[in-house]
């Protein structure tokens, strides 16, 4: 979640903003007479059916769509909704019959390894789990946070205890909270709860179906790979999945190493009812690429 982005962002024309009004554009790519200027697959496409509900993370293209923009690409290639969002979006989620996958909450780098952040974080939560329940949406992310010289025993027993805290909140309230798994070798240094073995012990220490972990694919492959018997294995523990290719979170596609098509079977096949959310960085056309990952994922 959130890596360092790169400089070159694909500009706003590129993104085939002409769809939006027009609503005809030119099948593929068009040529044009300036070469920072293309103009982008249309955002009118047929949506794509299968076993898993899929959606987008924002971040990664709030700078060039806005959410209205980005909620009509994901509308017309059949995702279900949009990451990472916070109460001010609901209304323009709902207006295009979406739904937020993911709602985004306290500091990832102060999470809930560390009692000093728990009166901040916990307050965060809270609020959030009301508001999301409110709206009808079933996730919020939470983080272990970094370890500061915190062991990973301790680690886990704090966020246990932290957890024990506002779980009960998530349960009255019917919302899953999900820690999700990050890579502290790349991305994210000293994150306490960056592999599954670490994450599914918490799992375990809090014994409730409304906490789970936030799977991302990206940072599980940086740690330890394994992904598709991971999933087999542990699917239970896990409550939602992120998408990334690997190397440099870029399209999840012949470019990177990870293959997605077995990953996506996978999940589909453990009975997940879920949300997968595609959270790559475009290094070309993000409505192409993003048509393109949910067609790999579609099963």
């Not at 996958?101 to 990832?108: E, I, N």
């Amino acid at each position: 979640m959130n890596p360092q982005e790169p400089s070159d962002r694909i500009s706003r024309r590129s993104f085939g903003l002409g769809a939006l009004s027009s609503g005809v554009v030119a099948s593929g790519i068009a040529a044009s007479s300036n070469a920072d200027i293309a103009v982008a697959a249309p955002f009118s496409s047929t949506p794509i059916q299968g076993r898993l509900n899929q959606s987008l993370c924002k971040w990664c293209y709030d700078k060039n769509l806005s959410l209205d923009e980005l909620c009509q690409a994901a509308k017309s290639m059949g995702m279900v909704g949009i990451d990472l969002l916070t109460k001010k979006d609901f209304a323009t989620l709902k207006s295009h019959g979406l739904v937020c996958t993911m709602v985004s909450s306290h500091k990832l780098s102060d999470g809930l390894c560390d009692p000093k952040y728990w009166d901040e974080a916990l307050k965060i939560l809270n609020e959030t789990i009301e508001d999301s329940s409110a709206a009808g949406f079933r996730n919020v992310i939470c983080f272990s946070g970094n370890a500061r010289g915190i062991d990973r025993k301790t680690g886990l027993k704090n966020c246990a205890e932290a957890l024990r805290k506002i779980v009960p909140v998530a349960e009255k309230k019917k919302v899953i909270l999900n820690m999700e798994l990050l890579n502290s070798r790349v991305d994210h240094a000293d994150y306490m709860c960056d592999n599954s073995a670490w994450g599914i012990e918490l799992c375990k220490e809090v014994a409730s179906d409304n906490f789970k972990l936030l799977y991302d694919i990206y940072h599980m492959q940086i740690m330890e790979g394994d992904i598709i018997r991971s999933i087999q294995k542990n699917h239970q523990y896990f409550g939602h999945y992120h998408t990334g290719g690997n190397p440099g979170r870029h399209e999840i596609d012949e470019s990177q190493e990870i293959y997605y098509p077995p990953i996506a079977k996978a999940i589909a096949d453990s009975g997940f009812d879920g949300y997968i959310a595609h959270e790559f960085i475009p290094v070309r056309d993000a409505v192409t690429s993003l048509r393109e990952a949910v067609k790999t994922c579609t099963v």
